[in-house]
């Protein structure tokens, strides 16, 4: 039997964001979230895990590094897998070896855990028999790798058993095929490290933010029922309101933290700028947006739209001459001159260019997918 399995798993983007948790040792959030996951081909976690009786310690490679097994949320999605396994005892017992790379950058504000922790978790359940939903053990490694775990539109419950969290799951609500049109662009502002951890970022909240039990009793809930009803009739105008309001608001309680917590910079917030002009100059929204614990921007719109508002971007915020061929990344993107009577009506300087470092152009994808062998991670890179 295979004793190695290797899976790529995209990221989940939340449009209901998950921010704060009732319960920190189960990773319990205080409200339910629903998130888009992306197409594996352009953005990917891809790890390779292998057990085997000749190994004699476990251990980890990410992005070719060896890192420390001794992480809390590993061990725990480990735990969680190994009390479930359905294989014989002393496979169980046989030392495991993970290899693990992204395709973007890691701790940018682009989920990288939650790709990397819904991956992990998936290879281990192919490995170790485990039937089922298994979103609920991907959640230890990282909250938001409960929605990572699946494809399509994924609503993650907060659940109600707070003594073990049985119930905290997440499911596909609608497969990538439900809403063909829909598309992604990643918009990388800054790939470097960021400051305050989602950890760190969503105890402080919880802590000292008046309006954290607001939203998460008062606004969530609503805005969950609202969005379920701008995905079932693939209402775009109220999907991007909404997406909007709960992102600035995600923001509104960080800043509402002490000390207050900033995630966005400058170009995050002349990219919101901009959409908001945008959309009103097109007479509703044909532009989303939404940003993580990072400046990164996740702009949801419609294909037919792609190639214009990129045109307005673009004038907007220029792209370095010398870095065009590298800026591009995912699905190919079409190239018009912004239409000069848009400009005229969006009244928005010009920065200078090079704020934004590039683009990954995606759609909705189907979920963690298994690869065959000769896919695997390089192994070699151990040896480095
Ligand atoms: O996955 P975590 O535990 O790092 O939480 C990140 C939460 C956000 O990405 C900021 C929002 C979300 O809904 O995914």
């Known amino acids: 039997m295979a004793n190695s399995v290797t899976f790529a798993t995209s990221i989940n983007m939340s449009v209901i964001k998950y921010w704060g948790k009732r319960n920190e040792e189960l990773v319990l959030p205080m409200n339910g979230s629903i998130g888009l996951t992306m197409d594996s ?7 390779t895990i292998e057990i085997n009786p000749e190994f004699k310690e476990d251990r980890i490679w990410l992005n070719g590094k060896e890192e420390t097994m001794q992480n809390p949320r590993l061990q725990n999605c480990l735990r969680e897998i190994k009390k479930r396994a359905q294989v014989p005892q002393q496979m169980v017992n046989w030392k ?10 890691t701790a940018a504000g682009l989920a990288s ?45 907060p659940g109600f058993d707070d003594l073990t969290g049985s119930d905290c799951i997440s499911e596909t609500i609608f497969p990538a095929s439900h809403w063909p049109e829909m598309r992604i662009l990643v918009v990388v502002v800054n790939d470097s490290k960021k400051k305050v951890s989602s950890i760190e970022g969503m105890t402080r909240t919880v802590q000292t933010s008046e309006f954290m039990k607001y939203r998460a009793e008062k606004i969530s809930p609503k805005r969950i029922d609202q969005m379920l009803e701008a995905i079932t009739n693939k209402d775009f105008e109220m999907f991007a309101e909404l997406t909007n309001r709960d992102s600035n608001e995600m923001h509104g309680v960080c800043w509402a933290a002490y000390p207050p917590i900033f995630y966005n910079n400058d170009t995050t917030l002349g990219i919101i700028e901009l959409i908001h ?23 949801f719109l419609l294909e037919k739209d792609v190639t214009e508002f990129l045109s307005i971007l673009h004038h907007h915020f220029p792209i370095i001459e010398e870095v ?61």
């Open 96 to 105: 495991i070896h993970i290899w693990s790379e992204n395709n973007f950058p």
């Open 277 to 299: 002009l945008y959309n009103n100059a097109k007479g509703g929204h044909k532009v989303a947006y939404t940003v993580d614990a990072g400046p990164n921007a996740t702009l």
């Open 113 to 157: 855990s939650a790709a990397g922790y819904a991956c992990l978790t998936t290879a281990l359940a192919k490995l170790y028999k485990i039937e089922g939903n298994i979103s609920g053990i991907a959640r230890f490694g990282s909250g938001s790798a409960c929605r990572a775990a699946h494809g399509g539109f994924v609503r993650w419950y």
């Open 41 to 47: 081909e352009h953005l990917c976690a891809k790890t």
């Open 324 to 384: 065009i061929s590298e800026y591009f990344k995912g699905m190919p993107v079409g190239n018009i001159p912004a239409p000069q009577e848009l400009l005229e009506r969006i009244k928005y300087p010009t920065n200078k260019p090079g704020k934004l470092k590039y683009i990954i152009y995606t759609k909705v994808g189907d979920g963690p997918k298994q690869l065959p062998d000769c896919e695997a991670v390089n192994l070699q890179s151990q040896f480095k």
